[in-house]
């Protein structure tokens, strides 16, 4: 087997041929920078995910260190991140710690598996409006999970699906806890009004998160407002290494399993590839997509089985480090580091964190997922998308992600097919409604009674089956051979390759004949691999319409035409349309340059 599918080449191992001291001063700086992004965010998200504050330190350390040493992007920042709130909250709702554990680790082999086949360049193909509608609704959803805790409600347990936490929501909304209120609003005021030009080095949600914290310690505001901290409702904030846990599990458990842990798959693969081709754009960069997805497999797989959480690449927090002068792996890894030794450290005074203010600190960054100028435009897409958005949207809110996402790709696929569909012609021509050009028209040039000319345009598969049987259908009598002209399909499918294997066998049955006509290299291949041209007899596999035409003649036993093409005249007819055509780019070219010049002018 050919050794390169299975190629392993972090970006860590490139980076570091030729490091300099410069570059790690770059990197240190952006690592310091990236930390104080990720520590409030790490936390938040993992209480939000309903597992122990600490643990997403932890997916931040771990996870994030062997995205930065085993990933294919040379600045992406992993870490644990919204998109996966609320799959993951459900997971352990439903089946625990262990489950979610052995969730993660399979999505890890998976993301392994779509690295080592080369399926990197494939996700990123996944439609606009499905990876649009999958935000906005975890958006939703992230804010509707952090009514509780922004408001004080006293509500033990709420329940994993929207309509059902709403509706528990509903029933304490005359238990809001006011001072807590008071402390998440102005936690978000901090956060949200924080100067941006400030928030490039320390991020509101730091400065909202210390000076919260701070105050809460200093005062013994938990104990005087009985405001929630992570003391009161955690027990402690754990800063000793994680121990090794080997999850437990029956068979039925890991089957139910997989449909989450796939639908984790594909968010991370999406975020991971996502946050690589807006890096990549910022540095002029080129990321390798297979062994990124190799690199979040392996930290998903080794991750939880030291208390992580699903871990992936963080958009935000890897522009933050682009910006901040990042420019290396190695910068990744000095964020893990630095998140360790603060976890260390500040482990005493995070008991006082508020769970109001990291309530905050969500509710900002749902909204910011859900960019609502790109609601504004829903309007103007096409009809298609936007129901693909709609209905994708509206099941990632009331029903369920997994739902969600596997019904999103499928509509995203059948339209995908439908407009192919739509762009593949089948049409009977003959001399006088022909539109090829030269040697290939079949303008002047006799088709023999008995015979029939379709041309087929674009793609040939499963889609546009239908297209040869309702064209035949058309026909005005059933002819004695049948002519496909296939040089302008570039691509057949094994849909395709039956319904030219059953028109055949229906027209042999008759004792009729089928000739194609300049198969193209693609197909060609598919109908030699399939033994297809054997059946149907090379001689009826023509070049060009002309040796067709002649292969037609002499089926029928009938002599060369009495007026034969000439053949130096159709040369010369495609000589000067061949001309024509570059005289047609020789000018578009001398526009474009003239635009640009023009351009460059204006800007200098």
């Given at each position: 087997m050919n050794a390169s599918i299975f190629s392993f080449r972090p970006k860590l191992f490139e980076a570091l041929k030729g490091y300099s001291k410069a570059r790690l001063r770059g990197d240190f700086m952006a690592g310091v920078n990236v930390m104080v992004m990720a520590f409030p965010l790490s936390i938040a998200f993992a209480i939000a995910s309903g597992v122990k504050p600490e643990q997403g330190l932890f997916t931040a350390i771990i996870g994030g260190a062997l995205i930065?040493?085993?990933?294919?992007?040379?600045?992406?920042?992993?870490?644990?991140?919204?998109?996966?709130?609320?799959?993951?909250?459900?997971?352990?709702q439903g089946y625990g710690a262990d489950g979610l554990i052995l969730c993660t680790m399979i999505a890890g082999v998976m993301l392994a598996?779509?690295?080592?086949?080369?399926?990197?360049?494939?996700?990123?193909?996944?439609?606009?409006?499905?990876?649009?509608?999958?935000?906005?609704?975890?958006?939703?959803?992230?804010?509707s999970s952090q009514i509780k805790n922004?408001?004080?409600?006293?509500?033990?347990?709420?329940?994993?699906?929207?309509a059902g936490k709403m509706h528990v929501l509903g029933e304490h909304l005359d238990a809001i806890h006011w001072p807590?209120?008071?402390?998440?609003?102005?936690?978000?005021?901090?956060?949200?009004?924080?100067?941006?030009?400030?928030?490039?080095?320390?991020?509101?949600?730091?400065?909202?998160?210390?000076?919260?914290?701070?105050?809460?310690?200093?005062?013994?505001?938990?104990?005087?407002?009985?405001?929630?901290?992570?003391?009161?409702?955690?027990?402690?904030?754990?800063?000793?290494?994680?121990?090794?846990?080997?999850?437990?599990?029956?068979?039925?458990?890991?089957?139910?399993?997989?449909?989450?842990?796939?639908?984790?798959?594909?968010?991370?693969?999406?975020?991971?590839?996502?946050?690589?081709?807006?890096?990549?754009?910022?540095?002029?960069?080129?990321?390798?997509?297979?062994?990124?997805?190799?690199?979040?497999?392996?930290?998903?797989?080794?991750?939880?089985?030291?208390?992580?959480?699903?871990?992936?690449?963080?958009?935000?927090?890897?522009?933050?480090?682009?910006r901040a002068g990042g420019r290396t792996p190695v910068a990744g890894l000095v964020h893990s580091g630095l998140l360790a030794l603060v976890l260390v450290a500040a482990a005493p005074l995070a008991v006082h964190i508020p769970l109001a203010t990291l309530s905050a600190i969500l509710v900002v960054a749902a909204f910011r997922m859900v960019a609502w100028k790109q609601l504004v435009r829903l309007g103007r897409w096409p009809l298609s998308d936007?129901?693909?958005?709609i209905t994708t949207f509206a099941l990632t809110i009331f029903a369920d992600l997994t739902v969600a996402v596997e019904v999103g790709v499928v509509l995203a696929a059948l339209l995908m097919v439908k407009r192919i569909s739509e762009t593949s012609q089948i049409t009977a021509v003959d001399e006088s409604s022909d539109t090829e050009g030269s040697h290939h028209s079949l303008v002047g040039k006799e088709i023999p009674e008995g015979v029939l000319v379709f041309r087929v345009f674009g793609a040939f598969f499963f889609g546009v089956v239908d297209k040869l049987d309702d064209e035949l259908k058309r026909a005005k009598h059933e002819p004695d051979i049948l002519i496909l002209r296939i040089r302008k399909v570039l691509a057949m499918d094994a849909t395709g390759l039956q319904a030219l294997e059953d028109l055949h066998a229906k027209l042999r049955a008759k004792g009729k004949h089928l000739i194609l006509s300049a198969p193209h290299t693609q197909p060609l291949f598919v109908m030699e691999k399939a033994g297809f041209l054997d059946r149907?007899?090379?001689?009826?596999?023509?070049?060009?319409?002309?040796?067709?035409?002649?292969?037609?003649?002499?089926?029928?036993?009938?002599?060369?035409p009495a007026n034969p093409p000439d053949s130096a005249e159709a040369l010369r007819a495609e000589k000067e349309q061949l001309a024509s055509a570059r005289r047609e780019i020789a000018d578009a070219l001398a526009r474009a340059n003239r635009i640009l010049g023009h351009n460059d002018g204006a800007r200098g």
């Open positions: 930065a040493a085993l990933g294919g992007s040379s600045v992406q920042i992993g870490g644990p991140t919204g998109a996966f709130v609320v799959i993951t909250y459900g997971v352990v598996i779509m690295g080592l086949a080369r399926l990197g360049s494939v996700i990123r193909f996944i439609p606009y409006p499905v990876s649009r509608a999958f935000t906005k609704g975890i958006a939703i959803l992230i804010l922004f408001l004080g409600l006293q509500v033990d347990k709420l329940p994993v699906d929207f807590t209120v008071g402390f998440a609003v102005a936690s978000l005021l901090v956060i949200a009004l924080w100067p941006s030009r400030l928030g490039r080095y320390v991020p509101g949600s730091m400065v909202g998160l210390l000076v919260a914290t701070v105050v809460v310690a200093v005062f013994g505001l938990g104990e005087k407002w009985h405001l929630a901290t992570i003391g009161s409702q955690f027990g402690g904030f754990g800063s000793t290494w994680p121990d090794f846990h080997l999850p437990h599990a029956d068979l039925g458990t890991l089957r139910a399993l997989v449909q989450p842990a796939f639908t984790i798959a594909l968010l991370v693969s999406m975020q991971a590839l996502l946050c690589a081709v807006v890096t990549d754009g910022m540095l002029d960069d080129r990321h390798d997509s297979n062994q990124e997805l190799i690199g979040q497999g392996v930290a998903n797989f080794v991750g939880p089985l030291f208390g992580c959480i699903p871990v992936t690449g963080a958009v935000a927090r890897s522009i933050g480090n682009v936007s129901l693909v958005f149907l007899g090379r001689e009826n596999v023509c070049p060009h319409i002309d040796a067709a035409l002649a292969r037609a003649r002499e089926i029928l036993g009938l002599p060369p």
